[in-house]
Nanobody, 115 residues
């Protein structure tokens, strides 16, 4: 099975920045697309950002211009640079990857924006 290793979550003050990283254990097949979802307490899990293997990206309107997703060339790994964080960004963030038509989820990492 494919395992996703997530890192970078934590506590940050409003206006601050964090970078989330995710790496998939799969090495024989490249990801089709890979990205991050988030789930605030009591709410549904929604897409934050994703990147296709070729480099095209998609962002939720709420994070466009503040978050940037990038891929590590030659690896099934991505990073999400999050800038100008607000309290509305507080959520559990989950890495997601699709490889050979199968999707896999990370365990989740908590991002808390608070003063």
């Amino acid at each position: 099975q494919v395992h996703l290793a997530e890192s970078g979550g934590g506590l940050v003050q409003p206006g601050g920045s964090l970078t989330l990283s995710c790496a998939a254990s799969e090495t024989d097949f490249a990801f089709q697309y890979m990205g991050w979802y988030r789930q605030p307490p009591g709410k549904a899990r929604d897409l934050v950002a994703l990147i296709y293997h070729g480099g095209a990206t998609e962002y939720a309107d709420s994070v466009k211009g503040r978050f940037t997703i990038s891929r590590e060339n030659g690896k099934n790994a991505v990073s999400l640079q999050m800038n100008d964080l607000g309290r509305e960004d507080t959520a559990a963030y989950y890495c997601h990857v699709v490889i050979q038509g199968y999707d896999y989820w990370g365990q989740g990492t908590q991002v808390t924006v608070s003063s």
